[in-house]
């Protein structure tokens, strides 16, 4: 099974919601299956966004199956955790475009090497814009919102600490996909951690 079978396969088998069907259409042509999850840092290749995507759910599915996380008395809906892990992230949907730089090789001769550019037309911010696409399709509940929303937890400079923490306290999921993109991110995907 392809990542993109497996993807779909998830998708239709655990969000039943009211929308989901034409959520999935626009996935189906966008560049969702082939886009980078980044231009330059973690799953930086076509097929990226997928594999992350995909990752950050087995990763949340771990993560909530374990005895800490129950002890916590985090239960959620399979519905709700495929909705938050498989879909955190398509504010990154139509934002990399191919490009290519030039860098020196082990000879010190220049390269051309292919990359990816981000270029935003919709500069809505991170976690509110995957809200905001995944709401004119199906309605999410108050805690997916708020965990698409955080899920990068204290890494960007320009959130306000307070919000996270107060994200965090409030609705758990937002903590729990958190910890889970971190773990995909900076483990599974770090390319520092595959040398």
Request: proline letters at 2%; one cysteine or more.
């Amino acid at each position: 099974m392809t990542n993109k079978e497996r993807f779909i396969e998830i998708f239709t088998s655990k969000i039943k919601r009211d929308g989901a069907d034409k959520l999935l259409e626009y996935l189906m042509s966008s560049d969702f299956f082939v886009a980078p999850a980044s231009a330059r840092f973690h799953s930086s290749y076509e097929g990226g966004l997928l594999d992350h995507s995909l990752n950050v759910y087995d990763c949340l599915v771990s993560y909530l199956a374990s005895d800490r996380a129950k002890g916590f008395g985090f239960d959620y809906t399979d519905e709700s955790i495929a909705i938050v892990a498989l879909l955190h992230d398509l504010c990154k949907v139509g934002v990399y475009k191919k490009g290519f730089r030039n860098v020196k090789d082990e000879k010190g001769m220049w390269q051309r090497v292919d990359t990816f550019e981000f270029d935003d037309q919709l500069p809505y911010g991170h976690g509110e814009k995957s809200v905001y696409i995944i709401s004119g399709y199906m309605r999410l509940t108050r805690e997916e919102a708020f965990a698409i929303r955080y899920h990068m937890g204290y890494s960007s400079e320009r959130e306000d600490p307070r919000n996270v923490s107060a994200a965090f306290e409030m609705f758990p999921l937002a903590f729990a996909l958190s910890t889970a993109d971190s773990e995909a991110t900076y483990f599974l995907e770090s390319d520092k951690r595959k040398k």
